[in-house]
């Protein structure tokens, strides 16, 4: 049977990114992907802002990796020729409840070790965002858009360079324990099975990630593994200039999601949402329904709007440990080694900031996987 050190299950940002780290190290790597390329679920469907960290509960690996994972990936960019733009982001407040949310995110966000913040006033708002109508805001200038694709091609080439395996179109269909690692069960592009023998298992397979762990034995239900699908959906404004908006524009979040901001994109559009709601079902349909949410939602802080400028874009679906009702949930970055599965390695949960802590991700999944 043929053997190898290291499998990689999953070909998005996170999975590219640890493929990347490893094999930068001399490790030998093989990543198995069910498409027949990279990135072709929620790594190319999100917003591609490299966040600062402001919202995530102090020293949570959220927290910590999104703040890590930020400086990385600008130094990476800058380097290596990727696209990205630090345009700066404003959390914007007008009402009562929505000005002490607000200054409850600085609060936080100096204590999980954010730099550069500053609460700004109205004055202040007129003179960056001309068309934004909020009375105050959160100040973050480090916060910026990646060009996700170009980050992704970079991982999956430098990865390759290194001798890297990448198998497209090869599902994980099965994981059993062996004496010295695993033996993994893959099903091939025409539907036959092929068996072969990994040191370490990495799971980083994204909306699939539950699936995956089951497959190995892991009782997901009972360690709060199983995944809830929570959809974003976007639309986009048809006359971008008109509005002349520079930066990132948020309002407060909500306890799922971070409210329906403005993103403007590398290609000098301006993109509206996304917004949240759990789903059953994988699909990525816009409704145009939603449209009207939209544009009250963003009308509130954005000057000039008319309902006719928006257009429905893309949309995305987030991999929440978090239900409806829960408490906001942590990334799962687990070697499994206390659940007698040594060096099964599971990533679950891996929503936002996913995209900007993704080569901290990977740092801290080097870290973990053991020598024995
Ligand atoms: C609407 C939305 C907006 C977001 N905005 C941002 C943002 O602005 N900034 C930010 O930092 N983060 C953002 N995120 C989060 C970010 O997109 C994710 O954290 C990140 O893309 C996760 O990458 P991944 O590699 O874990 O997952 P994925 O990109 O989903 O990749 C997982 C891969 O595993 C493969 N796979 C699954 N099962 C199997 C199997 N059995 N065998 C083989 N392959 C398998 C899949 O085909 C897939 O390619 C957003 C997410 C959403 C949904």
């Known amino acids: 049977m043929e053997k190898t050190d290291i499998t990689i299950i999953g070909a998005g940002v996170v999975g590219l990114a640890i493929a990347y780290v ?35 509960p102090k020293n949570s690996l959220k927290a ?25 982001k404003l959390i914007v407040g007008s009402e009562k409840d929505e000005i002490s949310n607000v200054e409850g995110i600085y ?23 001309p068309n934004v109508t909020s009375q105050m805001a959160l100040f973050s200038p480090d916060t910026g858009i990646v060009d996700s694709h170009g980050l992704m091609k970079f991982f999956y080439e430098k990865a ?22 695993y033996r993994v069960t893959v099903s091939e592009p025409q539907g036959e099975l092929f068996q072969f023998e990994s ?27 199983k995944l809830q699908y929570n959809k974003g959906q976007y639309f986009r404004i048809s006359n971008p200039k008109e509005f002349n908006i520079t930066r990132l524009v948020y309002p ?19 993109r509206l949402g996304p917004d949240a709601n759990y789903v059953d079902k994988i699909d990525y349909n816009v409704a145009e329904e939603s449209k009207p949410i939209f544009y009250k939602s963003v009308s509130k802080y954005l000057s000039g709007l008319n309902i006719d400028d928006l257009v429905s874009d893309t949309s995305g679906i987030r991999p929440k440990t978090q239900g409806p009702k829960d408490e906001i949930k942590d990334f799962i970055i687990s070697n499994e080694s206390d659940k007698g599965l040594n060096n099964f390695i599971n990533l679950i949960g891996i929503e936002s900031p996913g995209l900007t802590a993704s080569l901290a991700i990977a740092e801290e999944v080097k870290k973990i996987i053991r020598t024995t």
Not at 161 to 177: L, M, N, P, Q, Y
């Open 64 to 88: 910590n990796l999104c703040i890590r994972g930020k400086d990385l990936l600008y130094e990476l960019c800058r380097n290596n020729n990727i696209g990205y733009k630090r345009l700066g």
């Open 107 to 129: 609060k936080n966000a100096l204590e999980c070790g954010a730099k550069n913040l500053r609460l700004i006033d109205r004055g202040e708002i007129v003179k960056l965002e």
């Open 199 to 225: 040191r370490v298992v990495i799971n980083s397979a994204g909306l699939g990630s539950d699936k995956v762990a089951a497959l190995a034995g892991i009782d997901v239900d009972k360690y709060g593994y």
């Open 252 to 270: 407060p979040p909500t306890k799922t999601d971070l409210g329906i901001h403005i993103t403007p994109d590398l290609a000098g559009g301006l």
């Open 160 to 181: 390759k360079d290194k001798k890297c395996e990448f198998a497209f179109g090869v599902e994980a269909v099965g994981i059993e324990k062996k004496s010295s690692g």
């Open 22 to 56: 490893l094999s930068e190290e001399g490790k030998e790597v093989i990543v198995v992907e069910k498409h027949n390329s990279f990135g072709q679920e929620t790594s190319s469907r999100n917003s591609e802002v490299i966040h600062a960290g402001l919202y995530y």
